[in-house]
């Protein structure tokens, strides 16, 4: 059961965006080099800047994760992968092809790059999502890694480029994941697999991001709230199931350290919320912010009664994750928020 130790050199795909530039910098803090691939220049060095002084990080781009063999100038040398690179678009007008292409063939493709170029590499990692379980049963479901959403691809499937958004996101991130496990199944590499598979993440964003407006869709869902920019008839919101971005790096770098991780699936996540419990952190942390609507404040037994619950103990078990408060999640959210674009 091969890990990685200290000192290793780890690859992070998508390392410019919301979580893969959290992935790379816990990998750096943790006392590892790391390896990004970017997009473009501009966005490596962004990364290079944020990163000062933090450790050994260096860059790559590749502009296109669906081209053959995009990943094989990224592979060489390193010793594990931190795959978080996909498309996460769930609203608006999107063909599904948009999704499901870029998350398989980059999960694909970033294995086919190792088998290439490094298949001597210790593990891979991949961002998988809770929506690769989440089925929707009513009430109280206890959601755990025995789940596979299996409503989404069937919705996909019927209705093709009339399909809801929603489940073309969720079909991107079953049908990435089970390529991971049956590429695995396949082709019996040397290396071993272990998916992450967080709910919505939160907290602080550091990556490159200078207007709301591209905001990465779990943060640009809170955003609003913390602004001013919705009112009463908006609550009690959206329901979600949310965890720190800071759970989901330290659940990725365990992934990779942890010999009984290997094979495995954990899903990550620490609360399920409404817009409400938003609002009622605000308003109990951040007495200043203006146009908060108030809701109908401690209501949460209550509601949370038709609440779908994600079960996280496996990852505590294994990993030896304790998860972050939703409370703390979202007043370290604002803060970030607040700092970057000044409301």
Not at 52 to 62: H, M, P, S, T
Not at 305 to 315: H, Q, T, V
Request: hydrophobic fraction near 40%; charge should be negative; glycine fraction near 8%.
């Amino acid at each position: 059961m091969p890990t990685i130790s200290k000192g290793d050199y780890v690859l992070v795909t998508g390392a410019s965006g919301f979580l893969g530039a959290h992935t790379a910098l816990a990998f750096l803090e943790a006392g590892y080099r790391v390896r990004g691939t970017v997009r473009s220049k501009s966005k490596g060095e962004y990364l290079v800047k944020l990163f000062a002084g933090k450790g050994e990080f260096d860059y790559v781009l590749v502009d296109d994760i669906t081209r053959e063999g995009a990943f094989d100038e990224a592979v060489k040398g390193v010793d594990a992968v931190a795959h978080t690179a996909s498309p996460v678009v769930m609203s608006g007008a999107v063909e599904p092809k948009e999704l499901l292409d870029p998350a398989i063939k980059g999960t694909t493709g970033v294995l086919e790059s190792i088998e290439k170029v490094n298949p001597g590499i210790k593990r891979v990692v991949i961002t998988s999502s809770f929506m690769a379980m989440f089925n929707m049963y009513p009430g109280t479901y206890r959601y755990t890694e025995k789940d596979w959403n299996e409503i989404s691809p069937a919705h996909v499937e019927e209705n093709g480029a009339q399909s809801w958004p929603f489940h073309s996101y969720n079909t991107s991130k079953v049908l990435a994941e089970k390529a991971f496990w049956k590429f695995i199944e396949d082709k019996k590499p040397s290396w071993e697999g272990v998916a992450i598979n967080p709910s919505w993440i939160l907290g602080p964003i550091i990556h490159d991001c200078d207007s709301p407006e591209k905001l990465n869709e779990s943060i640009a869902l809170f955003y609003p709230w913390a602004a001013g920019k919705m009112t009463e008839k908006d609550l009690p919101g959206q329901v979600g199931l949310g965890v720190h971005v800071k759970d989901v790096t330290l659940a990725h770098i365990r992934a990779l350290e942890v010999p009984e991780a290997a094979g495995e699936r954990f899903l990550t996540s620490s609360h399920t919320y409404t817009s409400q419990d938003y609002v009622d952190i605000l308003h109990k942390h951040f007495l200043d912010l203006p146009n908060v609507p108030v809701g109908q404040p401690e209501t949460y037994e209550e509601r949370s009664k038709e609440y779908p619950i994600g079960d996280s103990s496996k990852l505590t078990r294994v990993l030896g994750i304790t998860l972050t408060p939703f409370g703390d999640i979202v007043v370290d959210m604002t803060k970030s928020l607040r700092e970057r674009f000044n409301f």
